[in-house]
């Protein structure tokens, strides 16, 4: 994907679902319809606020057959950089964002017998899609979904209300918690497991299923980090020998990108590969889910989207 946007959209939706969770729907300005896309698929919206460009990937929750509509969800981190309080304090009906075409790195396995998802939180996104295409495709399908309370359950009464059969709530402020354990015991060969949600939840349940034995092509997670703030350094280009400098709230690839210098990226949260770039000198903070230990290890390579330098300075290969 390109760091330039493919379509300028507007919002036509903009409704507080629970008290940190926004949710948008967008049309494109020219009238055209989006491009298609499949569940799992997420985009990345572009988000000016006159000093910095935000560039933060949501998962699609609209129909795969609404070419016409995106739709996604929104949840407030009032200690994060900005992006996501951006969203909810100055997107409104009428605002125009930029937007680029979905990329899917958590795609539904359809020869699957069963779809065993996992959820929590804001995890839900991406299987509000799913669960669309799965109902479609007359599939059988499960949902675990842990919330904190009901009422910060994005999409919790919808989708019980919608599938009584097949959507299990867990409330942790009722004490009632998600068993993995018991949720992944006894299920149909032929299962595909789908987690998504907070770090630690997942870890626990991809943890769980290796134990169970589950085998590694039927587990399906994802989850995106944001750049963490660290301690500004110079990034020097090998290629076209200049220096950049990287602030502390920004991370390398938007420090590169604001200096117009292009690299390819998708999710912007470390879990992809795109935007992997060698690295010549320098240490570096791995924070991806992506490079192998190894990888890591021989600091010749870095994720610019979510990782920066250790000390003060890098040199990349570009």
Not at 103 to 130: C, D, E, Q, R
Request: negative net charge; contains cysteine.
């Amino acid at each position: 994907m390109s760091t330039n946007f493919s379509h300028t959209a507007r919002v036509i939706r903009a409704d507080q679902v629970t008290p940190l969770i926004k949710h948008f729907s967008f049309v494109r300005v020219d009238g055209k319809p989006f491009s298609p896309f499949s569940a799992g698929s997420h985009v990345v919206i572009g988000m000016n606020n006159g000093t910095n460009t935000h560039k933060n990937p949501y998962s699609l929750v609209g129909s795969s057959n609404n070419f016409m509509e995106y739709e996604i969800a929104v949840r407030l981190d009032s200690t994060g950089r900005g992006g996501s309080l951006f969203m909810h304090n100055n997107i409104e009906l009428g605002s125009e964002i930029e937007i680029g075409n979905p990329y899917n790195l958590f795609p539904v396995y359809k020869p699957a017998k069963k779809h065993l998802m996992i959820a929590g939180g804001v995890g839900i996104t991406p299987f509000m899609t799913y669960i669309d295409e799965m109902n479609l495709m007359h599939s059988n399908f499960e949902l675990h979904y842990s919330v904190r309370d009901f009422e910060n359950g994005a999409f919790a009464k919808e989708l019980q209300d919608k599938y009584p059969n097949q959507v299990n709530l867990y409330i942790q402020a009722n004490g009632v918690m998600a068993n993995f354990n018991e949720i992944l015991d006894n299920q149909p060969l032929g299962t595909h497991v789908y987690v998504c949600g907070p770090q630690q939840m997942v870890a626990d349940a991809l943890r769980i299923a290796d134990e169970m034995g589950w085998p590694n092509s039927s587990v399906h997670s994802e989850e995106f980090k944001a750049p963490e703030p660290g301690n500004p350094f110079t990034v020097t280009l090998a290629k076209s020998d200049c220096k950049i400098n990287v602030r502390s709230r920004e991370s390398l690839l938007e420090a590169l990108e604001n200096a117009n210098i292009e690299i390819p990226y998708s999710c912007r949260g470390g879990a992809c590969g795109f935007c992997k770039t060698e690295v010549i000198d320098g240490e570096i903070t791995h924070r991806d889910y992506f490079l192998t230990d190894a990888e890591k290890a021989s600091g010749n390579c870095i994720m610019p989207c979510i990782s920066r330098a250790q000390g003060d300075h890098l040199t990349l290969n570009i």
